[in-house]
T-cell receptor, first 117, second 111 residues
């Protein structure tokens, strides 16, 4: 059973370009979470999605960032007009249940390391 | 989310036990105690969780104080592969699935 897959693993963009980060959850998982880890900082929650729905986006910057998890295909984290401060590792996690259960373990992907030149 | 406090760093020797403490004095009755760890250049991985009773699994043991205001993650025989940042996280049993990470404890294991 393949784990959470993220691609690309490394992404380099110039200021002003768009970055698209993809996350394929584990088989059977319908809940996806995105986290960001800035250099020398801890992991910060960004957004929590269920198929076709955003459940919690309290950690998402108000501008330039968006996320989706379509019925078919991977979850996408999209960053428009990237700036140097967006350089970070972006981790995706998936879980089987999500929501109200505290038992459900989150399985993390290897991350996408975004560098903005 | 209730706050947790962990030491910034700890050191251990290989094949010795490691006790990683976590204080959570404002824990509520419905909060579960979860531990995750993050190895260098990798995503976090689940280690263990508990509510009131001590818990054991293949990776570690979790000892929870009787008043639940603190807990200890125990690695019975540290290996070099256990060098990581360990995060103690409280999750409300009725809340959202997001994880709120603190600064964690950096564990260094010496050969």
């Amino acid at each position: 059973n393949a784990g959470v897959m993220q691609n690309p693993r490394h992404l380099v963009r110039r200021r002003g370009q768009e970055a698209r980060l993809r996350c394929s959850p584990m088989k059977g998982h319908s809940h996806v979470y995105w986290y960001r880890q800035l250099p020398e900082e801890g992991l910060k929650f960004m957004v929590y999605l269920q198929k076709e729905n955003i459940i919690d986006e309290s950690g998402m910057p108000k501008e330039r960032f968006s996320a989706e998890f379509p019925k078919e295909g991977p979850s996408i984290l999209r960053i428009q007009q990237v700036v140097r401060g967006d350089s970070a590792a972006y981790f995706c996690a998936s879980s089987q249940i999500g929501g109200t259960s505290s038992y459900n373990e989150q399985f993390f992907g290897p991350g996408t390391r975004l560098t903005v030149l | 989310d209730a706050k947790t406090t962990q030491p910034n760093s700890m050191e251990s020797n290989e094949e010795e036990p490691v006790h990683l403490p976590c204080n959570h004095s404002t824990i509520s009755g419905t909060d579960y105690i979860h531990w995750y760890r993050q190895l260098p250049s990798q995503g976090p991985e689940y280690v263990i969780h508990g509510l009131t009773s001590n818990v054991n699994n293949r990776m570690a043991s979790l000892a929870i104080a009787e008043d639940r205001k603190s807990s200890t993650l125990i690695l019975h025989r540290a290996t070099l592969r256990d060098a990581a940042v360990y995060y103690c996280i409280l999750r409300d049993g009725g809340g959202y699935g997001k994880l709120t990470f603190g600064q964690g404890t950096i564990l260094t294991v010496h050969p």
